[in-house]
């Protein structure tokens, strides 16, 4: 289904992106379009469609293009391990063989981590209603205009 198949004759969009609903899906057939309407926020992926009334958004929160925490944490413990290895392996039961190699591998996967979660910055849209909070993810720029066209049209009514 495409975003024009479900909005209702004549329903004008004010705004609308290529979006995501999860950090760390960015393939082209987890994308999906959201869009704002006079009345509601519409994010249309695959058939599927969550319709999100602006009478019910109690708040919204918008982060500009901001790098994934936990790819850092991850990848910090994973060079603090891989350092500790290299470091304390001669002491411990480990041969040094088996510490070096842990150490190398637990230093390219931290490296790794961090590459991998500077590749999937995004800046990210949060829409807090009574019941849930919908959360949207963007490597383009444009979703800051989706929170704009929610506070316009909630003004409106």
Same mark, same amino acid.
């Given at each position: ?12 969009v ?12 960015y ?24 319709? %999100? +009334? ?10 500009? !293009? ?6 850092? &944490? /991850? @990848? ?17 039961? %480990? +041969? ?10 637990? !230093?390219?996967?931290?490296?790794g981590?961090? &590459? /991998? @979660? ?11 209603t009574?019941?849930?909070?919908y ?15 929610v ?7």
């Amino acid at each position: 289904m495409e975003l024009n198949d479900y909005l209702i004759e004549k329903e004008s969009v004010s705004s609308k992106i290529s979006a995501f609903d999860s950090p760390d899906e960015y393939s082209e057939s987890s994308a999906g379009t959201l869009a704002c309407t006079p009345y509601r926020l519409v994010f249309v992926r695959n058939g599927d469609v969550t319709d %999100i +009334s602006l009478r019910g958004v109690n708040s919204i929160e918008y982060s500009e !293009g901001g790098y994934p925490n936990e790819y850092f &944490a /991850w @990848g910090l413990l994973s060079t603090l391990l891989a350092i500790g290895a290299l470091m304390f392996t001669p002491i411990g039961p %480990i +041969s040094e063989d088996i510490g070096m190699m842990l150490g190398v591998l637990g !230093g390219i996967t931290g490296v790794g981590l961090w &590459a /991998w @979660g500077f590749l999937l910055r995004s800046s990210s849209l949060k829409v807090h209603t009574a019941n849930k909070t919908y959360s949207f993810y963007a490597k383009e720029s444009g979703l800051d205009n989706i929170a704009h066209s929610v506070r316009g049209h909630e003004m409106k009514h």
